[in-house]
């Protein structure tokens, strides 16, 4: 094959990387606040049970910020299947991309990113278990937020281990 038509890295995979951070951002921030607003409605806390009048005005208020993040979901979730599946197919034909500064910028800032929310969840667990504030409705917010960022911890640990393997 003629050097001259090998593909090479290039901006676009740069932007298409930034793109797909992007809307990884917006797609698990709004499944993760989706389904804290199910676990708020369905398991309500004992303050909520007793300030029932109270709540009747923040009913709008949550109903509002439930069709954003449903809204957003519908748009990111294209996007994000679509940049990823071109950016798994590109990293296929041009295994440079795996040297891509701002690829690996963004994978080292979600490792760090999400491995600080994993710690600042766990502390708040034993925070709470410490203080006797372990309710129902609590353990289900934990388990939505340890859930969504463990897994994006353990993906982009997934493409550092791939990176590692492919340029070692």
């Known amino acids: 094959m003629d050097p001259q038509s090998k593909p090479r890295p290039h901006m676009w995979d740069a932007l298409e990387h930034i793109l797909f951070f992007v809307n990884l951002v917006i797609l698990f921030s709004s499944i993760s606040f989706i389904l804290h607003s199910f676990v708020d409605k369905w398991v309500p806390t004992v303050i909520d049970v007793a300030n029932k009048s109270t709540n009747r ?90 859930i969504i960022n463990f897994g994006i911890f353990i993906y982009f640990l997934h493409l550092v281990n791939v990176d590692k393997k492919a340029y070692a």
Not at 97 to 126: D, E, P, Q, W
């Open 57 to 146: 005005y923040l009913i709008p208020i949550q109903n509002s910020l439930l069709r954003f993040y449903i809204a957003a979901m519908i748009v990111s979730y294209p996007l994000f299947a679509f940049l990823f599946l071109k950016i798994t197919k590109r990293v296929q034909i041009c295994p440079e991309i795996h040297t891509i500064r701002s690829r690996k910028t963004i994978i080292y800032l979600s490792l760090f990113s999400s491995s600080v929310m994993i710690i600042g969840t766990i502390i708040s667990a034993v925070y709470s278990f410490i203080s006797g504030a372990i309710t129902l409705n609590y353990i289900l917010h934990f388990c939505i937020a340890f």
